[in-house]
């Protein structure tokens, strides 16, 4: 059974720093990998998406990783800004055509201003 | 274009009454998937459903049941509710595998929010 664990739970930067959120899974036979934002009460708005074959995806600020054979997936953030103020959630894919995303528990990030 | 709908947004329900949950794919979309957040928690997989049938289903009881239509806009229905059940329901629609056009990411919807007393 896959699992998936975002640590740390929270985090709090001042505005400005990079940063880097933490996801591993259990089962590296996976699919693809997502990055996820969801603010308070609402839907997730998907951020990266990064193929099985890829080692990284890059959006904006954004910079997603993926060691597909250690299990984990960090997500960089530069010049972070409060806006980037969330819960960040990672959920990985199990194969081709499978929609069954398994997520991990989230990171909630505040950014300071 | 509209992204994913769904309503209500939100519902209080008692103890073992029903509730039936919709939603509607962006256009062009044949899948729908439905999620289950409880607070704190990741979202858990509950259904898939394509072209009007089951294509998946998570660790729900029999209690948890959906249907798609020919429009291709679903419908998760939940019996006899209980306490645990309160939660935000997420829909999520895409393109399928069976499409040159598959991007494969889920695009979701704002979520309906139940609450169970």
């Known amino acids: 059974k896959q699992e998936v664990t975002q640590i740390p739970a929270a985090l709090s930067v001042p505005e400005g720093e990079n940063l880097v959120l933490n996801c591993s899974f259990t089962d590296s036979a996976i699919y693809n990998l997502q990055w996820f934002r969801q603010d308070p009460g609402k839907g997730l708005t998907s951020l990266l998406l990064?193929?099985?074959?890829?080692r990284e995806q890059t959006s904006g600020r954004l910079n997603a990783s993926l060691d597909k054979s250690s299990g984990r997936s960090t997500l960089y953030i530069a010049a972070s800004q409060p806006g980037d103020s969330a819960t960040y959630l990672c959920?990985?894919?199990?194969?081709?055509?499978?929609?069954?995303?398994?997520f991990g528990t989230g990171t909630r990030l505040t950014i300071i201003p | 274009d509209a992204g994913v709908t769904q309503s209500p947004t939100h519902l209080i329900k008692t103890r073992g009454q029903h509730v039936t949950l919709r939603c509607s794919p962006i256009s062009g979309h044949k899948s729908v998937s439905w999620y289950q957040q409880v607070l704190g928690q990741g979202p858990q997989f509950i259904f898939q459903?394509?072209?009007?049938?089951?294509?998946g289903r998570g660790n729900f009881p029999d209690r948890f049941s959906a249907r798609q239509f020919p429009n291709y806009s679903s419908e998760l229905n939940v019996n006899a509710l209980l306490l645990g059940d309160s939660a935000l329901y997420l829909c999520?629609?895409?393109?399928?595998?069976?499409?040159?056009?598959?991007?494969?990411?889920?695009?979701f919807g704002p979520g309906t929010r139940l609450t169970v007393l």
């Open positions: 999520a629609s895409s393109l399928t595998a069976q499409s040159y056009l598959w991007t494969d990411t889920q695009y």
């Open positions: 959920a990985v894919a199990p194969n081709f055509g499978n929609e069954k995303l398994t």
């Open positions: 990064i193929q099985s074959s890829q």
């Open positions: 459903y394509y072209e009007k049938e089951e294509r």
